[in-house]
Every structure is written in structure tokens, then in C-alpha cells.
């Protein structure tokens, strides 16, 4: 009782309260990415992880990462080649022909790295993400090994689906392996009987069947969005959900998906909001403010206390314009001693050129000892759709030189 009662901020540092599945929660849901049709509809994703896949990653620096969240669409996808937009409930096929092309059945990673179906994927990649959503995408290496699925229990006579080193080769997205697509640790449940529902690809190479004139080459999908592995010809046409791995080093805030960071025309001097909480069985969607390493010019002077109203002078923000640039905000947080508490968060000024002033009323703002003021040149977009913002800039409140620390 006491768990379905607990409340958690709906926003905070970092990647903050989301969690993968719970088998007595379930899932949290993350908004990110839009799909490339005319309304650039944002992407739903469940949280399998926050550990990964098993594998390992890198950023784009080459760095090696670790813990990322696990992210697989919650919608079904697909479509692309002629008009080359992506969709909800449409299909792909795993190679366009299923005729033989050159494949290499000793090399069971091959035939996933030369499919239509990754290439798909890189080009969900290339139109569904901004540049800093991109960036935020860590390349994936792994090897599936050998499985045994679960279906096998129905056909004892099927044999396993053989490992396949290497496979992820440095992929930004991808299909689930068989495996993860019968993982109970991803919510993926065992059952007995299955409905052909919504079949979506796995990139696991199944078996390949010769019957003189006619051959086929199988892969695994996926029945319903809660599992069972069936497996089918390369030329068919099933739904995609694709999967990827998010480097948490790149998320300065998580917020609720709805109304989490209100974005205002900010008073003068503008008032900074407590961080309100809600029943954590109620926060399972949300959004994310991610670090923009072309914002890291912004920086701040002086700041002058006068009375209750903090004067912060500020340079090099990235500048509001109605028509072009109506999301641009300076904006603040307050945290706790640790750095880790956020307290209060509030847009504090329209930078309408790149140098100038904002003004904080600190009578709104209930300071305890050791409670540290950042700034940040922010850009709030709309319900369900990613934040950017530079690294914020710390407030000496002692009239001392502001130092620029990361929070």
C-alpha cells in the first residue's frame, strides 16, 4: 500500500526516477524522436532497461559507455523505401527479395548486416531524430549467442537459432534478437498459446529451408507486443520495433511528458515553481532535457542581489524570435547542496540578443543553507517533445565571480 501511495517529483536531474520493467509496476515510457511525416508525430518508447542490452557502447567521441536506457518503440513501424516515410502499422520486408542474394549461411550476423531491414533502421536513424537526439544514441557492439527458443517446446524437432558473433557492429538502432524479444527481464511474458497480431522482425537468422526449386530463408518475429517467437520468410511483410541504446551522460533533466516543465513568458523579476510531486504510479511517461554542446558558449556575469531580486547579466545565449526561435528561454533551477535535489525551476528571461539580463525574485524562493542557483540558455519545446539546453552555470550569491560548474 505504502508503494502505490509513494510520490516522486515530476522533474529531476538526470535520467532521475525512470526505471526499466517491474514485474509489479510494469513500464515507464519515454517520448523521444519524432517520425518524418508532415505532423513529425513524437515517438513512444518503453524502458526495458536502464542497464542495456548486454552489450557494449560507445558515443560518438568513441568513448566507452555504460548503463544506458534500453529503449524499444511501443508503437509498431515500418514503411519506407519509395516515398521514404516512416509510419505507424505499416510494413517492411527483411530483404526486399526473397530470392537468393549471396547469402552467407555460415555467417548467421551477415545475414541481418546486408538486410533491407538495417538499412531501414539507418534510415529511421538519419530522419527521426534531431542532431542532439542522434548524438545522444550510443553505437551498440554484440554477439548473440546460441539460443534456444521457447517455442521449441511445441516442436521439439526445430533446432536452435545459431549465435551469430559480432552482429551489432556499431548499430545506433536495431532489432531485438530472438532472445531479448523472450526476455522476461523486459517485460516479454511466457505464454502457451499465441495471436497473430502485429508480428514484428527480430534480426535473428532462424533457419534456411530448401525444397529444390524453391528455398527459403527465415527470421524470427515476434507475435503481439508481449512476445512469442514464431519465425518467417525474409520476402514477407511484418511490422518493426526498432530498439536502441540512450547515453545517459548526454540527460541534464527528465520531466513528466505532459506539463512536466512549464514554459512561460517570464516576469520581470521572474518567480521560480517548487518541483511538484505526483503518485509514482502515475509518472510512466516522460520527456527529456538533453545537454546541446553547441549552447556551451553561454555563460553569465556577476551576479548583483538588490533587495529580493537576484540581477543575473548573461552572454552568448542562443536568441529568441517569435516567428523563428519561439522556444529559446534563459532559465533556472535551484538544487540542493549535493547537486542532486532540484527544488524549484522557472524561465527567467526572452533572450532576444545573445547579451542581457534576468531577473530573479528571490522572495519566491525558500533558500536553505547550502542551496545552489544554476542558469542555463534552454530551448522548451511542446508536451512530448525533447529540451535542449546548454551546461548550466552556477550563482555565487556572495557577490563573488559566478563559478562555471556542471550540475
Not at 46 to 54: A, H, I
Not at 149 to 155: C, G, M, Q, T
Not at 278 to 305: Q, Y
Not at 335 to 340: F, K, N, R, Y
Request: net charge neutral; aromatic share 10%.
Amino acid at each position: 500500500m505504502i508503494g502505490l501511495l509513494k510520490k516522486i517529483p515530476i522533474m529531476s536531474m538526470g535520467t532521475g526516477f525512470i526505471s526499466g520493467y517491474n514485474k509489479s509496476k510494469g513500464y515507464h515510457y519515454l517520448w523521444f524522436g519524432s517520425l518524418n511525416d508532415a505532423d513529425r508525430q513524437p515517438i513512444l518508447w518503453r524502458v526495458l532497461s536502464v542497464k542495456g542490452n548486454g552489450a557494449s557502447y560507445q558515443d560518438d567521441g568513441g568513448n566507452a559507455c555504460e548503463n544506458p536506457l534500453f529503449l524499444l518503440t511501443e508503437d509498431v513501424l515500418g514503411s519506407y523505401p519509395k516515398n521514404e516515410v516512416i509510419r505507424r502499422n505499416s510494413y517492411i520486408k527483411f530483404y526486399e527479395t526473397d530470392s537468393d542474394a549471396g547469402w552467407d549461411l555460415e555467417n548467421p550476423s551477415s545475414i541481418w548486416q546486408q538486410s533491407d531491414a538495417r538499412k531501414w533502421c539507418r534510415h529511421f536513424e538519419q530522419v527521426c531524430f534531431t542532431e542532439e537526439e542522434h548524438a545522444s544514441i550510443l553505437s551498440t557492439f554484440k554477439s548473440d549467442k546460441e539460443y534456444h527458443s521457447k517455442r521449441d517446446a511445441y516442436n521439439a524437432a526445430l533446432p536452435p537459432i545459431k549465435a551469430a558473433p559480432n552482429i551489432l557492429n556499431g548499430d545506433k538502432v536495431f532489432f531485438l534478437s530472438s532472445e531479448e524479444a523472450e526476455n522476461n527481464e523486459y517485460g516479454f511474458k511466457d505464454k502457451k498459446t499465441y495471436t497473430a497480431e502485429q508480428e514484428w522482425w527480430t534480426r535473428s537468422f532462424d533457419r534456411y529451408s530448401d525444397y529444390g526449386e524453391h528455398s527459403f530463408l527465415d527470421v524470427g518475429i515476434v507475435l503481439t507486443h508481449f512476445g512469442g517467437l514464431l519465425c518467417a520468410p525474409v520476402g514477407s511483410k511484418m511490422y518493426t520495433r526498432p530498439a536502441l541504446n540512450l547515453n545517459h551522460n548526454q540527460v541534464l533533466f527528465a520531466s513528466a511528458a505532459i506539463d512536466g516543465k512549464e514554459r512561460g513568458l517570464p516576469q520581470t523579476p521572474a518567480v521560480l515553481k517548487k518541483i511538484p510531486q505526483m503518485p509514482e504510479r502515475k509518472m510512466k511517461g516522460w520527456k527529456l532535457t538533453l545537454i546541446d554542446e553547441k549552447r556551451n558558449g553561454f555563460s553569465v556575469g556577476r551576479a548583483v542581489k538588490q533587495g529580493d531580486v537576484l540581477i543575473v547579466p548573461y552572454q552568448n545565449a542562443v536568441v529568441y524570435d517569435q516567428s523563428l526561435a519561439p522556444n529559446e528561454r534563459i532559465s533556472a533551477v535551484v538544487l540542493d547542496s549535493g547537486g542532486t535535489d532540484l527544488k524549484y525551476y522557472g524561465n527567467i528571461a526572452l533572450p532576444v540578443s545573445p547579451d542581457g539580463e534576468a531577473q530573479i525574485d528571490l522572495s519566491s524562493i525558500a533558500l536553505k543553507t547550502g542551496d545552489r542557483i544554476f542558469v542555463f540558455s534552454e530551448q522548451c519545446n511542446r508536451n512530448r517533445r525533447t529540451d535542449y539546453a546548454s551546461r548550466p552555470v552556477e550563482l555565487v550569491l556572495n557577490q563573488q565571480p559566478v563559478s562555471s560548474q556542471k550540475a
